[in-house]
């Protein structure tokens, strides 16, 4: 069982940054694969980013590549996401997720924390 706790959300300007944060319960922190999707008012959840259990590889949404920066530190069960360059089009709220399969699909991935509101404004 993983539990999830974002934070890191809130209202910035175009332009600006922000670092999303996740705590993960579990002892197996360092083998599980995590993840950051988002959903906007109306529209579908759509995957950000992943990166594996060691770290060591990553993967991004075209509209985040350059932006975001997914990374985690097992030592702590932390998974972090620095978004810079924010668009009012990155206004979503953004669910940290645990799996077990490295892909870009919401159906690799179990577990979903509860949820951080991201307001860029224009």
């Known amino acids: 069982q993983v539990q999830l706790v974002e934070s890191g959300g809130g209202l910035v300007q175009a332009g600006g940054s922000l670092r999303l944060s996740c705590a993960a319960s579990g002892r197996t922190f360092r083998s599980v694969v995590m993840g950051w999707f988002r959903q906007a008012p109306g529209k579908e959840r759509e995957f950000v980013a992943a990166i594996s259990g060691s770290g060591g590889s990553t993967n991004y949404a075209d509209s985040v590549k350059g932006r975001f920066t997914i990374s985690r530190d097992n030592a702590k069960n932390t998974v972090y996401l620095q978004m810079n360059s924010l668009k009012p089009e990155d206004t979503a709220v953004y669910y940290c997720?645990?799996?077990?399969?490295?892909?870009?699909?919401?159906?690799?991935?179990?577990?979903w924390g509860q949820g951080t509101q991201v307001t860029v404004s224009s």
């Open positions: 997720a645990a799996g077990w399969i490295f892909r870009a699909t919401s159906q690799a991935f179990g577990y």
